[in-house]
């Protein structure tokens, strides 16, 4: 009886673990701006204020395309084609504050952001995207009264 209820509550315990994990996409907030770290006059790729990243770019003649950065190896952001051509996608959460490397996956080949400034990482040129940090303005550079010395 002892082992049957403290299975039972265990199960229960688990489920409802794996329920709170679970992701909701409806909390995305549309606060998306163009990362710091565009190509100049670029629109994509965006990030917002909870670190969620959106990527879009055009293909009109490819089949699928994946962005791979970070998020724990978790296989890339896959973006979804639109009728007009453009593949649209936003990250499944919310990435690290800081500098990020990722590539775009177009059809089976590797290609760098159009839309992104390109950096030498990890053995190889790669696009960046910046999640600005929460307490930014408070390391930014301030006009402050310096006082007098005598």
């Not at 509550?9 to 409802?16: K, Q």
């Not at 770019?57 to 190896?73: C, E, F, N, T, Y």
């Not at 800081?98 to 080949?109: K, M, S």
């Not at 990482?121 to 390391?139: L, M, N």
């Amino acid at each position: 009886m002892n082992l049957k209820f403290l299975t039972i509550a265990l199960m229960s315990t688990l489920i409802c673990r794996i329920c709170q994990a679970q992701k909701n996409a409806e909390g995305v907030i549309e606060d998306f701006k163009p990362s710091p770290l565009n190509q100049p006059f670029q629109e994509f790729p965006q990030v917002n204020s909870q670190g969620y990243a959106r990527f879009r770019i055009k293909a009109p003649q490819s089949d699928s395309i994946r962005v791979s950065l970070g998020l724990g190896g978790q296989g890339g952001t896959r973006l979804t084609k639109g009728s007009d051509g453009f593949f649209t996608g936003t990250t499944s959460g919310p990435m690290d504050e800081g500098f990020h490397y990722y590539h775009v996956t177009i059809d089976g080949g590797t290609f760098n952001d159009p839309g992104a400034l390109n950096f030498y990482g990890s053995t190889r040129w790669e696009s960046g995207i910046e999640i600005p940090a929460h307490d930014a303005a408070f390391y930014a550079l301030k006009d402050v009264p310096h006082g007098h010395v005598e």
